[in-house]
């Protein structure tokens, strides 16, 4: 019910979307282009409304579905709906980081769940939680081993330093320090790769040691 509900409103909006735009086409062309970014720009709040809606009823689900005593690390029928909130609003980052998630580590899926991450951090490359999310997954599936690690983790890093720290996890920077610590110490055909793992121990510490003491700051 709930469903076909959202369906046919989903269709009304669009509908009218599309016979405001007829009425564009008829417009003068600066009015013409005025109207146009207006409903592009309507479309979209429109679109991450109607997100929000079918994330909160996936959330809704969720729980539901747990109650009943399903394993959810094996559910496949909500993917869909993860789909088609991306495509309403791109910008979505839960939905890219637990599709994402989801089809790597639970479902098996690698390739997929990556790929979805590393569209997620295209569509939001200054939301730190989007690439802290890849980092995190591309280091506990090891799919594309260490240099991917490091790639990511540096992004993260760099993303950090843009911010100054000003950041809503800033213990993982030094989180992010750790994984560089293990993925050198890994990557042994990499030249002073031993030397390159301890530096990072070094920082990790320093961080944690600076955060509890109130002197770790990017200024300095």
């Known amino acids: ?58 959330d809704q689900y969720h729980h539901i579905w747990m109650y009943q005593g399903n394993d959810w690390m094996t559910a496949t029928d909500y993917l869909p709906q993860l789909w ?67 790639e990511a983790a540096w992004d993260y890093l760099a993303l950090v330093k843009y911010k100054r720290g000003q950041i809503l996890d800033p213990w993982n920077e030094a989180n992010a320090s750790m994984i560089l610590e293990f993925s050198f110490e890994n990557d042994s055909l990499r030249r002073n790769s031993m030397e390159i793992s301890e530096r990072y121990s070094e920082r990790c510490d320093f961080i944690r040691f600076a955060n509890r003491n109130g002197l770790w700051t990017q200024n300095i």
């Not at 076909?4 to 564009?24: E, P």
């Not at 980081?97 to 790597?104: F, K, N, W």
């Not at 939301?127 to 802290?132: P, S």
Request: aromatic content about 12%; proline content about 2%.
């Open 1 to 58: 019910m709930k469903r076909r509900y959202f369906q046919y409103l989903l269709a009304v909006v669009f509908l009218f979307i599309a016979v405001l735009s007829g009425r564009i086409a008829g417009e003068t062309a600066w009015e013409n282009e005025a109207a146009s970014e207006a409903v592009s720009t309507g479309a979209g709040e429109i679109g991450s409304i109607f997100a929000d809606i079918l994330w909160l009823q996936l």
């Open 84 to 150: 088609l909130i991306i495509k309403l609003d791109p910008t979505f980052t839960e939905a890219y980081i637990d599709g994402g998630y989801h089809l790597t580590m639970n479902l098996g899926h690698p390739l997929e769940g990556l790929e979805l991450l590393e569209e997620g951090v295209r569509q939001c490359p200054d939301n730190e939680r989007m690439l802290w999310e890849r980092l995190i997954v591309l280091w506990q599936s090891y799919y594309y081993g260490d240099r991917a690690i490091q």
